[in-house]
Every structure is written in C-alpha cells, then in structure tokens.
C-alpha cells in the first residue's frame, strides 16, 4: 500500500483531488445554538453574522478514530496528518493528543500547515502526491513540512469583528477606531493572523491584495488559491489577474471558504493562498 495523508474539512480541498489521492478528511464543527453540525458532512445554512455560529475542532477521539482508519488503509506504511494552524485552531492540539494515545508517534507524523483554508490544503496535495507516487513516510512527511513552509497567505475582510470576538485576531493589530473607513488586509505570518496594511477603497484593497501575492509568489513559478465568502465575481476576477502576472502558474484552485473559516470572515472576505515552487 501507501502512505495515507490526512487533513481536515477546513482545507478545502476539491472532492475530485480528496477522492484520486486517498485523502481522509476529518470534519471539523459548526455550532448553531444547541445544534452541532460536521463539516462536509451534515448539510445545512447559516446565517454568517449571527452571534449563535461558532466553530470548534474535531476531539481526540474522532481524530484517533481518523487516524487508525487511515493507518489500517496504508497497511503499515504509515500516515502524515497536516492540519490547519495550531495558533487559530485546537485541531493540531487534538491530533496531537490523539497520537499519543494510540502510541503511535513514529507511524503517524504529525504536521503544523501555519496555515488555513487551501494554505492548508495545497501542502496537502504536495504530500498526498509523494505519496501517491510510492515515496516513504519520510519523504511524504518532509514534502508536507517544506510546502507548510513555502505557503504564503493574504486575506481580506470586511469587518474584523467576527475574527476578533473568535480571538483569532489581537486588538493589537491596532484596528479600533478606524475599521469603518478602511479596508484590513491581513497576512498568515508563521501561524499567526497579522495585520499587513490598511486600504480605503475595495479596488485599491483588490490591487494590494493582487500584488502582495505577485511578490510571494516569485519568478520560479507557483501553485495558487483563491478562496471568497459569498463573492464569486471578485474571486475569479483576481484568479485571472494572477494568472496574468505569476509567471509559471502550475494550478490554481477558486473555492469558497467552508464554514468553519466564514464564520471568522465574514461575507465577501477574499483568501490568496501561494505556494511557490508548486505542489509537486
């Protein structure tokens, strides 16, 4: 067999790529009132700007559960878990506890994406292709490590309430008290949800956004994601802009966040996910 990557529903990731690759997908939560929803999973709407949504990771005991069936499938070979930033997320945390309870330290590797939504999933596929093409469990491992580390990601929102009241975003970022007229672009910096500049208009706030990822993205070609909340338009319009002026575009990916990330977002929060160097 082979090794089996593992990830969770945060990443994103088109079904078609989850489903060629054997990718196991753990769901993470949505809590509506009383009401707790799996990602992927259970259907249902949400209403974004209510004070009831919330989220909340997969417990030890479904990542152990993810884990062991995901072994069982590798037939020994092993199995790598990338998983959304620890900083934003008790995920890591629950699959790091999950690990030590199966004893299994050595046959499941465990690894930090410093990233969200597809900042998660492309390393993802960067691994899940190593494995694919029959390399170790060292070598799958290391590829998920290195795309983790190349990854660079560039949101921007309409409000900063909703990642504020979640604590995914310090009142150090200094927004208090201006946030009605400018537009917050942030940045993933080693995990951790920064402020990058300040906009005033949505089209200079487009623009920035456009050349922030240029400038991550290199001279040497990359792997790309697009992701939106409720704004398709905007995020196609950007995907081709930066298909114009990446040189090297290898694949880039247009999806809509999932509702674990919207609910901290926001409608029309706009994601740009780099990978330079690509997923292979």
Known sequence: MTVVVVTDSSAGLPADAVADLGIEVVPLHVLVGERQIREGVDPFEIDYAADVVT???????????????ALARSDGDGVVAVHLSRLLSATWEAGRQAIADMGAAEQVRLVDSL??????????LAAARRAAA?????AVHDAAVAASGRARTFLLVNRTEQLRRGGRLSS?????????????????????LELREKVRTRSRAYAKLVAAAVEAAGPDGAALGVQHLDAPDAAETIAAQLREQIPGVSECHVAEFGPTLGVHLGVGALGVLVLPGGCS
């Open 55 to 69: 989220t909340s990771a997969a417990s030890p005991g479904e990542m152990r559960a993810a884990y062991e069936a």
């Open 115 to 124: 990233g969200a939504g597809l900042a998660t999933g492309l390393p993802v």
């Open 134 to 138: 029959g390399e170790s469990l060292s």
């Open 172 to 192: 150090a970022a200094g927004f208090f008290g201006s946030e009605l007229v400018t537009k917050p672009l942030l940045q993933l910096v080693d995990g951790k």
